[in-house]
């Protein structure tokens, strides 16, 4: 019953409008300072991947306004996250720390570790769930994941390398 739109789950209405809870990588931003988002990212070791959450519609446009917190999780893909990062063997390569209270439309990062592997192309997933202010709208969705993929050390046997400050060896 398309009345009263804001009731979830109306057994009167059975094809709701649902929106989705998306998690984007931010790639950089436009000229305007805005962020320019992705559904993936690269991203080189020992800096921080950042991304943001945003409410969208079915047509995958962002709901401006939108509010409400969501929890985000971290899923190893052929990276390996942790806690904290207690050796640079290479076992370690991104921070998994669950973050809770998210604001949509807020970035938030997780650290991708250096190492002194030559070890390219790791990847995890980022993914949004626990949408705090569901109950406004018809039906809530949780989007694809972000996949990252680490991005190794350009020359992993040169320690001088001027493009690599803090290279290992």
């Not at 409008?17 to 993936?40: H, K, M, N």
């Amino acid at each position: 019953d398309d009345s009263n739109p804001d009731t979830p789950d109306d057994p009167d209405e059975p094809d709701q409008e649902s929106v989705r809870i998306q998690v984007f990588a931010v790639i950089g931003t436009d000229a305007q300072g805005d962020p320019i988002l992705a559904d993936a990212n690269d991203v080189p070791e020992g800096t921080d991947a950042t991304y943001v959450a945003h409410l969208v519609d079915p047509d995958g446009n962002i709901i401006p306004g939108a509010t409400g917190n969501v929890t985000i999780s971290f899923t190893n893909g052929t990276a390996t996250g942790v806690g904290t990062q207690t050796t640079e063997d290479g076992s370690q390569d991104y921070i998994n720390t669950q973050q809770l209270n998210v604001a949509l439309g807020a970035t938030f990062t997780t650290a991708v570790l250096d190492d002194y592997l030559a070890d390219n192309g790791q990847t995890f997933t980022v993914q949004a769930s626990d949408y705090s202010n569901a109950a406004a709208y018809e039906g809530v969705v949780f989007g694809d994941a972000v996949t990252t993929t680490i991005i190794d050390d350009s020359n992993p046997d040169t320690p001088d390398d001027p493009d690599e400050p803090d290279q290992e060896s």
